[in-house]
């Protein structure tokens, strides 16, 4: 079965820094884009980062002002998001999701296809 | 920046109705657009990318159509599971940001 797993919320001061990672499992991870999604409580679906396949090309939301930092390790089919200077507008379920197109053709669905259940990240003090 | 507008906000409708929700881009970005589905409590699920064409187990009642800046997710004839959030996203840059939300409920 084709899967995402989350984990590493948790409450977190202002200021403080957490990191989230993300265990695939079903494909071949090494082979797809990977990207991480956020939703802050009662609001919509905010796109965070997203990386390559093998991690050489990274791209960030502008709102994030370099806090954030998105990783993988493809020989453990993980997937982080580094998160450091935590703010309380940061409190959301956090995602990852697979960009449905793979292999150096990037062939198959331009869009998030599959997404894990989502880890929860809390800012307060 | 591209932004994504969806309209309407929200959508009264009852079973059986005709949805029809809108999405504008606020440049062309061709037809690389994709319509999600969120319910309550649940991660995002995909319903149709590159404008038109339908996600791998999706009913045929979701259709989606469009190109450029003005897209338009159908739902042909809604049944009860289908009341939820819509979200449109587009695709052409490398910041694929979402629009803000449909939010489809029962009349």
């Known amino acids: 079965e084709v899967q995402l797993v989350e984990s590493g919320g948790g409450l977190v001061k202002p200021g403080g820094s957490l990191r989230l990672s993300c265990a695939a499992s079903?494909?071949?991870?090494?082979?797809?884009?990977m990207n991480w999604v956020r939703q802050a409580p009662g609001k919509g679906l905010e796109w965070v980062s997203s990386?390559?396949?093998?991690?050489?090309?990274?791209y960030y939301a502008d709102s994030l002002k370099g806090r954030f930092t998105i990783s993988r390790d493809n020989a453990k089919n993980s997937l982080y998001l580094q998160m450091n200077s935590l703010r309380a507008e940061d409190t959301a379920v956090y995602y990852c999701?697979?960009?449905?197109?793979?292999?150096?053709?990037?062939?198959?669905?331009?869009?998030?296809?599959?997404w894990g259940q989502g880890t929860v990240v809390t800012v307060s003090s | 920046e591209i932004v994504l507008t969806q309209s309407p906000a929200t959508l009264s409708l009852s079973p059986g109705d005709r949805a029809t929700l809108s999405c504008r881009a606020s440049q062309s970005v061709s037809t690389y657009l994709a319509w999600y589905q969120q319910k309550p409590g649940q991660a995002p699920r995909l319903l149709i990318y590159?404008?038109?064409n339908r996600a791998t187990g999706i009913p045929p009642r979701f259709s989606g159509s469009g190109s450029g800046t003005d897209f338009t997710l159908t739902i042909s004839s809604l049944e009860p599971e289908d009341f939820a959030l819509y979200y449109c996203q587009q695709r052409s840059s490398n910041w694929p940001a979402f629009g803000q939300g449909t939010r489809l409920e029962i009349k």
């Open positions: 590159d404008a038109s």
């Open positions: 079903g494909f071949t991870f090494s082979s797809y884009i």
């Open positions: 999701a697979r960009d449905g197109r793979f292999g150096v053709a990037l062939v198959g669905p331009d869009a998030f296809d599959i």
């Open positions: 990386i390559s396949s093998s991690g050489n090309y990274i």
